[in-house]
């Protein structure tokens, strides 16, 4: 598995380090730090990248902070959905009738 996290130094945090350490957990990782002002630039002199779906979906700090909070809850087991898949069943078949 890879993850890519795009982010200014100054967000570096200790929840940052918990949700790689959870998504990662029990495996050996490497970190590899890039300062993305020296990435490869496009023919107009401008810095490109890709940005994966990590990274947009990290890019705005509202999202951040809910998708943050939705790993913590999951790791602490709180605020979560129960989906019973056999209720899902009978309400299909309920409604093919």
Not at 24 to 35: A, H, L, Q
Not at 57 to 79: F, M
């Amino acid at each position: 598995m890879q993850s890519v996290y795009r982010l200014h130094s100054d967000e570096l945090d200790e929840r940052l380090l918990n949700s790689i350490k959870l998504l990662f957990e029990d495996k050996m990782i490497e970190i590899k730090i890039t300062d993305v002002s020296s990435s490869a630039q496009n023919g107009n002199g401008h810095t490109k990248y890709e940005m994966d779906e990590t990274d947009y979906l990290l890019s705005s700090p509202a999202n951040r902070k809910h998708l943050l909070e939705a790993v913590e809850n999951v790791k602490n087991g709180t605020n979560l959905v129960v989906v019973n898949l056999a209720d899902l069943d009978n309400e299909k078949l309920d409604d093919e009738a």
